[in-house]
């Protein structure tokens, strides 16, 4: 009799911790579901917030500045030659001059523009085209200068040689920049030092 009795009992807690066994892995389960449920909220905010930071980094495109034409006229040519190294010409649009040179400028050569008040605080903006059919000696495409031989130097790219924009690292139809300051006379010089032009074409904004 009590061997049966001690045989139930023994069967009772086996049962009894299979029971337990099955209930912790239930609640493991059940756990595990909850910490994956957890983890995909989770994911699912740094997502929106990930949206939201590409959002924040690529605003719209801000709108192209108002470019005004620059009327280009009245040019006095010089060079430091005996003989007339360049020939200016206007082109289609009053803002557009072509300059030529017969063969290699010896020195330098240039044209100015008078009257440009109007450019006081403003910016200058040039466009080149054709440059691929002039030559420039060591890149020295061409200088800016005030009416008191001081250089007016590019904002959106790197002179060279104490001023000159390098023909190599202008590229066509994209305008080079160059502020005014308030106090301009209203003179630009336009510089070339010992270049081949060639249909070089310049188109003149301001803004």
Known sequence: ????????????????????????????????????????????????????????????????????????AGWEIWSNSVNNEITVRRDSKFNECIINSTGRIVDTAGFVLQDLTILRGKTLVLEFSNINASIFSQDRMIMLEYADNDVVLPSNINPIFGGFIPGHDTLPNRGVEFPIPNNFAGRINFKFYQAELNDLKITAWYR
């Open 1 to 72: 009799m009590k061997r049966i009795t001690m045989v139930l009992i023994t069967i009772w807690v086996i049962s009894l911790i299979g029971c337990i066994r099955v209930n912790n892995q239930n609640a493991a389960h059940s756990g595990n579901g909850d910490v994956h449920n957890e983890q995909t909220e989770s994911y699912s905010v740094i997502t929106e917030v990930n949206v939201d930071t590409v959002v924040e980094r690529h605003p719209s495109a801000t709108p192209t500045p108002v470019l005004t034409p620059l009327h280009l």
